[in-house]
């Protein structure tokens, strides 16, 4: 016979990890099924199931909608240190995608259901492809469901600390974003220069005519080269020890208020 405090433990327990699912890149894309989304988050409750304080007036409705309100907070925070990882990529992708001349072109991407310029969804596909080499969909999934412990049902994240903390991982995100599409953007740099430079001595040549295709294969020359060190950039977001898994340990600390 399952209680009426059991079935409120578990509801909330679904809300936070529902709402983190459906705000999380990857796990809230639009061709991931509803229904698996809706079946992962309810495994997930049942597994964690958390207590909840008996202090709680579980018998009235402004109680509960505070409580069901508390827990959608908490999983679109944990869901937006995810996104922001994950947008420093795209970010990086911005950056190679201007000075190529690709910053008009645009693919439609029916997961994220927009258009993405081809760079950013480049570099996307390569940071999905080693978050789940490295298993970090598991140890992602295993923080969530730590999240009950470090903030338990009906409490919530202490709001200056933790912005103090979203805007530590967006400064150390933006770093490495511009690391990564750096190569690119200081190779067609001196691209531009020595253009500038055959443009002055030989006026006849069009710049226009010539500039465009050359930026473009010394470009792509220089992506492949420097795809290794984009790939190691990456890790470091995703690793078990890299950003994405820190700052969330760290905003864990801050829960419990």
């Known amino acids: 016979m399952i209680s009426v405090v059991d079935f409120v433990r578990f509801s909330l327990s679904f809300i936070r990890l529902a709402t983190f699912f459906a705000a999380a890149p990857l796990f809230g894309m639009r061709n991931v099924p509803v229904m698996v989304k809706v079946g992962l988050s ?7 199931l958390p207590p909840l304080d ?19 907070v908490v ?3 944990l869901a937006l240190a995810v996104v922001l990882v994950f ?3 795209s970010f990086a992708g911005h950056f190679v995608d201007v000075p190529l001349g690709f910053g008009m072109a645009s693919v439609f ?28 969909h598991l140890w992602l999934i295993r923080a969530v469901q730590h999240s009950f412990a470090a903030v338990p049902l009906g409490s919530a994240f202490r709001l200056e600390p933790s912005f103090a903390l979203f805007m530590q991982l967006a400064a150390e995100i933006f770093i490495i974003g511009l690391k990564i599409a750096l190569p690119v953007m200081a190779t067609l740099l001196l691209t531009d220069i020595g253009l500038g430079i055959v443009i002055r001595a ?17 470009g792509m020359a220089v992506v492949l080269l420097a795809l290794p060190a984009a790939v ?15 700052y ?4 864990l600390t801050l829960g419990g208020s």
């Open 54 to 72: 008996p202090l709680w007036d579980l018998g009235s409705w402004p109680v509960l909608a505070v409580l069901a309100l508390q827990e959608v």
């Open 75 to 77: 999983g679109l925070v």
């Open 202 to 218: 030989v006026p006849q040549i069009n710049v226009f005519v010539l500039g465009f295709p050359i930026k473009i294969m010394v």
């Open 109 to 136: 991407d029916p997961a994220l259901g927009g258009q993405i310029p081809v760079f950013s969804q480049f570099y996307h596909v390569v940071a999905v492809l080693i978050f789940f080499a490295l298993d970090a």
């Open 87 to 89: 947008a420093v990529v």
């Open 248 to 251: 969330l340990q760290e905003l």
């Open 232 to 246: 190691h950039l990456i890790t470091q977001l995703f690793s078990s020890e890299g950003v994405l898994l820190r």
């Open 42 to 48: 309810a495994l997930c409750a049942l597994v964690a």
